[in-house]
């Protein structure tokens, strides 16, 4: 929360800005900080240096191309209708000196990174379980952004995704606080309660309440 809190960014809120993922190690409840998608592009606007960074999906009915080397190039066209399952992902940005970047992954390289990368990939809390699309887009950004000229201060703040620290009287700065995270193969994912309400992902409505609400046996 702390984490949250100094990088200006919500936590498990329907603005996707961060996610609170927990985890039961060796029997001690731990708890992981994630930035989401839209986090990592506040934190890139407010570098000061990026004036355009969008992420987005590629359907196997669209019309993509690129192309890499000394000049290069990307074209998409997204299809007007039944444009298919989605098979790649793509993320650019743009810097107030004109400078541009590009990075493109397919569907298999983002579950081969997340797998790798991610120790909440299975969880049923985990926004790879829940937003698959979002999750996609903030690790193809991860990777587009490593090659723009950004400030020391976004890089501290991106470096604390995937972090699990202790904040005391003592700490100072949480951001420069070390990482505890000591997750190995007996770490388990907690599992989403069975009776969690269903929320619209846009406006955080719930769809629909839990049997025992609905029973008005909860408050």
Same mark, same amino acid.
């Given at each position: 929360?702390?984490?949250?809190?100094?990088?200006?960014?919500?936590?498990?809120?329907? /603005?996707?800005q961060a996610?609170?993922?927990? !985890?039961?190690?060796?029997?001690?409840? &731990?708890?992981?900080?994630?930035?989401? !998608?839209?986090?990592?592009?506040?934190?890139? !606007?407010?570098?000061?240096?990026? %004036?355009?960074?969008?992420?987005?999906?590629?359907?196997?009915?669209? &019309?993509?191309?690129?192309? /890499?080397?000394? %000049?290069?190039?990307?074209?998409?066209?997204?299809?007007?209708?039944?444009?298919?399952?989605?098979?790649?992902?793509?993320?650019?940005?743009?810097?107030?000196?004109?400078?541009?970047?590009?990075?493109?992954?397919?569907?298999?390289?983002?579950?081969?990174?997340?797998?790798?990368?991610?120790? @909440?990939? @299975?969880?049923?809390?985990?926004?790879?379980?829940?937003?698959?699309?979002?999750?996609?887009?903030?690790?193809?950004?991860?990777?587009?952004?490593? !090659?723009?000229?950004?400030?020391? &201060?976004?890089?501290?703040?991106?470096?604390?995704?995937?972090?699990?620290?202790?904040?005391?009287?003592?700490?100072?700065?949480? /951001?420069?606080?070390?990482?505890?995270?000591?997750?190995?193969?007996?770490?388990?994912?907690?599992?989403?309660?069975?009776?969690?309400?269903?929320?619209?992902?846009?406006?955080? &409505?719930?769809?629909?309440?839990?049997?025992?609400?609905a029973e008005?046996?909860? /408050?």
């Amino acid at each position: 929360m702390m984490q949250a809190a100094q990088l200006g960014v919500e936590p498990n809120t329907p /603005l996707g800005q961060a996610y609170l993922i927990p !985890y039961r190690n060796h029997g001690r409840l &731990e708890c992981q900080f994630q930035l989401g !998608y839209k986090g990592l592009i506040d934190l890139a !606007y407010r570098s000061g240096e990026i %004036t355009d960074v969008t992420a987005h999906e590629v359907h196997e009915n669209d &019309e993509f191309e690129y192309e /890499l080397g000394l %000049t290069p190039k990307l074209r998409h066209v997204p299809a007007l209708k039944d444009r298919g399952r989605v098979t790649m992902y793509y993320a650019i940005w743009h810097t107030k000196a004109g400078g541009y970047g590009f990075e493109v992954m397919s569907v298999e390289d983002i579950q081969k990174h997340a797998k790798a990368y991610s120790q @909440s990939y @299975s969880s049923n809390y985990s926004p790879w379980t829940k937003n698959f699309d979002a999750m996609a887009k903030k690790t193809v950004l991860k990777q587009a952004l490593k !090659y723009a000229p950004l400030k020391t &201060e976004f890089v501290r703040g991106v470096s604390a995704d995937g972090t699990v620290k202790s904040f005391t009287k003592d700490t100072g700065d949480i /951001l420069d606080a070390p990482d505890e995270n000591t997750y190995d193969a007996e770490a388990e994912t907690v599992e989403a309660p069975q009776d969690e309400p269903a929320v619209d992902k846009e406006t955080g &409505e719930i769809l629909e309440k839990p049997k025992e609400a609905a029973e008005g046996n909860l /408050l």
